[in-house]
T-cell receptor, first 116, second 112 residues
Framework: EPEVTQTPSHQVTQMGQEVILRCVPISNHLYFYWYRQILGQKVEFLVSFYNNEISEKSEIFDDQFSVERPDGSNFTLKIRSTKLEDSAMYFC??????????????FGPGTRLTVL | DAKTTQPPSMDCAEGRAANLPCNHSTISGNEYVYWYRQIHSQGPQYIIHGLKNNETNEMASLIITEDRKSSTLILPHATLRDTAVYYCIVRVYGAAGNKLTFGGGTRVLVKP
């Protein structure tokens, strides 16, 4: 069964450093998402991406964050200058994006980001 | 998207049915009810969704009341591996790309 994959599973970085989290969505999917979950808190939407541009972003997704689909398979989340409060699990998700479908989102296993 | 209300936690005996309630009294006619679960810190896992009819798949059954203001997710024979946080989410149908808005969910503990 096709699945969303994410690398690395755990990333440790120093405050102020740049990190890139990588995701490989399901191959025929067209919509891609990033969510995050701070330890003990709810899963929060960050951004959705379609047709090589951001379709929606939350207030969390400020100028420190960017997303990119650098090739036909990868979808990345970049945090330019990490802060302690960026420590969280980051989940990638994808959907077919077909209009008038139920558009189920499938999630990857997550990347645990620890900022020291 | 309409807001949902779920009990924060519940226990269930292994092998018994687990019935997870969800209230969504402000649901609109064009909103589906989705259920996801999250085992420990893994990525949310899709379970089932429905609009107004009851639905069943290999994982669970979804019962939606006639007025659509509440629903129940049924895990027919709970196993220890069903221990997870279960999220009930309503989401507009037909709008491709809509985000999922997660609440606190119900923390289900399946006991031997």
């Amino acid at each position: 069964e096709p699945e969303v994959t994410q690398t690395p599973s755990h990333q440790v970085t120093q405050m102020g450093q740049e990190v890139i989290l990588r995701c490989v969505p399901i191959s025929n999917h067209l919509y891609f998402y990033w969510y995050r979950q701070i330890l003990g808190q709810k899963v929060e939407f960050l951004v959705s991406f379609y047709n090589n541009e951001i379709s929606e972003k939350s207030e969390i997704f400020d100028d420190q964050f960017s997303v990119e689909r650098p090739d036909g398979s990868n979808f990345t989340l970049k945090i330019r200058s990490t802060k302690l409060e960026d420590s969280a699990m980051y989940f990638c998700a994808s959907t077919t994006g077909q209009f008038l479908s139920t558009d189920t989102q499938y999630f990857g296993p997550g990347t645990r980001l620890t900022v020291l | 998207d309409a807001k949902t209300t779920q009990p924060p936690s519940m226990d269930c005996a292994e092998g018994r049915a687990a019935n997870l309630p969800c209230n969504h009294s402000t649901i609109s006619g064009n909103e589906y009810v989705y259920w996801y679960r999250q085992i420990h810190s893994q990525g949310p896992q899709y379970i089932i969704h429905g609009l107004k009819n009851n639905e069943t798949n290999e994982m669970a059954s979804l019962i939606i009341t006639e007025d659509r203001k509440s629903s129940t997710l049924i895990l027919p024979h709970a196993t220890l591996r069903d221990t997870a946080v279960y999220y009930c989410i309503v989401r507009v149908y037909g709008a491709a790309g809509n985000k999922l808005t997660f609440g606190g969910g119900t923390r289900v503990l399946v006991k031997p």
